[in-house]
Every structure is written in C-alpha cells, then in structure tokens.
C-alpha cells in the first residue's frame, strides 16, 4: 500500500511542473520534439543554452538526480523499510518506471499531445510532430535506462543508510 500510495504523490508531484510549462511552454523547449525545436530555434525564440545538449542543461540534470537519489534512499529506507542495496535498488526502480509510463502516457500522449497550450506561436503548422508518440515513447524508454543509474545509486545510499543507521 506504501508503493501505491508513493507512486501516486510522485506523478501528482510529476504533474506540477507542466501546470506550470503550459503557462510558458517555451520553458520546457527541451521535452520537444526535435522538429519543433529547430522551428522554435529558426524564430530566434530560443538560444544554444536551452537546448538539451548545453552544459547547463546537462549540469541540472546531473545535479536533480544525485538530489532524487538521496531523497529516494531516505524514504526507502525509512518509510518502505529497505534495508538492503536490492531491496532499495528494485523499490526505487519500480517507483521511477511507474512515474516514467505515467510521464509518457498520461502526460505526453493524453495531455501535451493535445493541449493548444503547449503549441508554440510559430509551429502551428507542425501538428503531425506535435502529436509524435513515438518520440514520446523513445523518450520513456531512455528514462528508463536513467532510471537505472539512479536506482544503483539509491540501492548503495540504502546500503550505507543500513550501516550508518
């Protein structure tokens, strides 16, 4: 019940920041499509720094996932119970697949597919790109193998956590 109960905070927490993007879909340039992010670069709406190759970019992500990783091994450890690296490796992974399908689903194919909101002035015209599923599910399937690293790191944080506590 703990699982269920985590998973669902986690892709009401997941949901937030496009509540937010849709506002300023600019703001989340980097979930695009590719086609759509060269348009919106064609524009000038956008610069080389807020692409998803940019060092700052790459920066932020590194950094949200040591944060996601020593948070994740705290509530395993203490809320789930894992006292083991398996126990916090496997936990941890289940979360981060569940949240990651909810991401490409709910999120991508129900909502941004089609929501006008997340249209970008400009790239009106590139419905067919707009409603790519598949780069969607390209997308999920490299969370997945994200997911991966940051479980390891969560499954040793658990381990540690049981030698220190």
């Not at 944060?67 to 981060?96: D, K, M, P, Q």
């Not at 941004?112 to 780069?135: L, N, S």
Request: hydrophobic letters at 55%.
């Amino acid at each position: 019940m703990i699982l269920f109960v985590e998973c669902v905070i986690l892709c009401v927490l997941f949901t937030i920041p496009l509540l937010i993007m849709s506002k300023n879909p600019l703001s989340g340039i980097n979930n695009y499509p590719p086609a759509i992010i060269r348009r919106v670069r064609e524009l000038g709406l956008i610069d080389d720094t807020e692409l998803p190759s940019s060092k700052k970019v790459i920066a932020r992500k590194l950094i949200t996932a040591i944060f996601i990783a020593i948070i994740c091994a705290l509530i395993v450890y203490f809320v789930n119970g894992a006292r083991s690296f398996w126990e916090g490796f496997a936990t941890t992974y289940l979360i981060w697949t569940v949240v990651n399908w909810y991401d490409a689903i709910v999120i991508d194919w129900i909502w941004f597919c089609h929501d006008p909101r997340f249209v970008i002035p400009g790239t009106e015209d590139m419905v067919k790109d707009y409603h790519d599923y598949w780069f969607h599910a390209k997308a999920s399937l490299k969370g997945m193998l994200i997911g991966l690293p940051v479980a390891l790191a969560v499954g040793g944080l658990v381990a540690l956590c049981g030698q220190i506590f």
